[in-house]
Structure formats: C-alpha cells, structure tokens
T-cell receptor, first 114, second 115 residues
Framework: RKEVEQDPGPFNVPEGATVAFNCTYS??????FFWYRQDCRKEPKLLMS???SGNEDGRFTAQLNRASQYISLLIRDSKLSDSATYLC???????????????FGTGTQLKVEL | DTGVSQDPRHKITKRGQNVTFRCDPI?????LYWYRQTLGQGPEFLTY????????KSRLLSDRFSAERPKGSFSTLEIQRTEQGDSAMYLC?????????????FGQGTRLTVV
C-alpha cells in the first residue's frame, strides 16, 4: 500500500464549479499535512497546510480526519487559473534520529474549462 | 533571490556518464531534501539531510547515487554511470528547524535527460 494515495485524475470541470480532492495516508504517526500545487513543468508550491479543525483560505477549504487517516481539499467557484496538479503531502516523523520526511501523493490533475 | 537555487536547470548526458547537481537551500534552513519526479507522478523521496548529516536515504537511491552536504549549507547529488531510467526532474527542497509541521520550499529543479 502506498504511504499517500490520491484520487486518480484528471478532473475536468467547468469554470465556477466546486471540486473536491481526497487523499488517504497509511502511517498513523503522521504529524502534519499539506496541499501543494504544481503547475506544468514547475516546482511544487505550498497551497495550504491542513489542520485538525479544518481550515479555509478564500475559495479553498482543507479538512483532516485523523481517525480515518483522510485529507480533503475543496475548491469553490473554480477559476481557469486553478488548473494544475494538486499534491497531497504528509509529514512522517522518523523513528530515530529526529527529523521527518515529506511524502507526496501522485497528485490529481485539475483542468478548469470555459 | 533568496529562494532555493538549483544548478543546472537542464542537463543532457550520454548513458554511462556521471552527472552532479547542486542545491543551495534558503540560508537559515537546516533541513534539505532531494526528490525525483517523472511525468505524471508525484515527487519521490530520495534523501534527507539535517545540517550536514544524511539522516535518511530511500531504497530508490541505488549505489550509483550519492548525496553530500559537507558544511550543512549547499548539497550535491551525483549519479554515476547514468542510465536512461535516470531521466527525470530532480527537485531539492529545504525547510527551517522549527518543528515537523513546517512546509518545505522547492527549487525549480534540474531536468536530466539521459540519451
């Protein structure tokens, strides 16, 4: 089983639609969670962190369910500029020696169309 | 520019040659990561440094791969005897020493093509 699994893409949605991405992780010791955005042939950039209480940033809402080991990202009123790949990222602590490892999902491609 | 810097941005090499990539992290960041990404996949973890110590190395990293961070600042990733399967984007990321919840900042990557 992969450490981080995401919905397969691509998601093709009309402008203005609401779209949701899901992600599950296997390591219950995971401590922190993020959604990154990656544009074609560019580096990943942080979109938002994900907190246990859920958090919102404008049109974007992230949720975390630790019991189910599940993370979600909701995008409302999608724009053409939202077209990108969205990567679910889980920060897994190392057992010994300190530090941690950011583990990425495969990513879900979103295409917003007119 | 105070972001993560990678050099070169692109590298084309013949199979069997050695290549070396460099990463300069954000100056106050003590954590440094290397990832590899192929088309349609998310970044795959290769190795992790905390200061100059290499704390973790993925099983993806065969003995042809070696990474160093000699003074806890910049890092190099060397691939010896390159193979066509090594063609990928190699991404470096850094994060500050303020707990495990801190995001990582990525460089623009080095795109390797082995011909």
């Amino acid at each position: 089983r992969k450490e981080v699994e995401q919905d397969p893409g691509p998601f093709n949605v009309p402008e203005g639609a609401t779209v949701a991405f899901n992600c599950t992780y296997s390591n219950s010791a995971s401590q922190s969670f993020f959604w990154y955005r990656q544009d074609c042939r560019k580096e990943p950039k942080l979109l938002m962190s994900v907190y246990s209480s859920g958090n919102e940033d404008g049109r974007f809402t992230a949720q975390l369910n630790r019991a189910s080991q599940y993370i979600s990202l909701l995008i409302r009123d999608s724009k053409l500029s939202d077209s990108a790949t969205y990567l679910c990222v889980v920060n897994i602590p190392r057992v010994t020696g300190g530090g941690n490892k950011l583990t990425f999902g495969t990513g879900t491609q979103l295409k917003v169309e007119l | 520019d105070t972001g993560v810097s990678q050099d070169p941005r692109h590298k084309i090499t013949k199979r069997g040659q050695n290549v070396t990539f460099r990463c300069d992290p954000i100056s106050e960041h003590n954590r440094l990561y290397w990832y590899r990404q192929t088309l349609g996949q998310g970044p795959e973890f290769l190795t992790y440094f905390q200061n100059e110590a290499q704390l973790e190395k993925s099983r993806l990293l065969s003995d042809r791969f070696s990474a160093e961070r000699p003074k806890g600042s910049f890092s190099t990733l060397e691939i010896q005897r390159t193979e066509q399967g090594d063609s990928a984007m190699y991404l470096c990321a850094s994060s500050p020493p303020t707990g495990s919840s801190t995001e990582a900042f990525f460089g623009q990557g080095t795109r390797l093509t082995v011909v």
